[in-house]
């Protein structure tokens, strides 16, 4: 699977942040779901308009973000 087949950044469309593709839904709204403990079930009841594979592909994502850019943490 291709994130980029589900995620778009659109100046025009939530400041520009990256959102699934046909959305307002933040990717990053969907990772503060996920690192609350929220399942993917109850991440799509709550917004209809994701699937399994949107969510995935938000996975994906932030993987590549991560594997692009390290946060310094500090000791």
Do not use: F
């Not at 469309?13 to 779901?33: E, F, P, Q, W, Y």
């Not at 109850?42 to 590549?64: F, G, M």
């Amino acid at each position: 699977m291709a994130w980029q087949d589900y995620i778009t950044v659109d100046p025009s469309i939530c400041h520009g942040k990256a959102c699934i593709k046909g959305t307002r839904i933040m990717v990053s709204v969907i990772l503060d779901n996920l690192a609350a403990g929220i399942s993917n079930d109850e991440i799509i009841k709550s917004y209809p308009s994701l699937n399994q594979e949107s969510i995935r592909a938000t996975i994906s994502y932030a993987a590549e973000l991560a594997r692009e850019r390290v946060v310094g943490i500090p000791i």
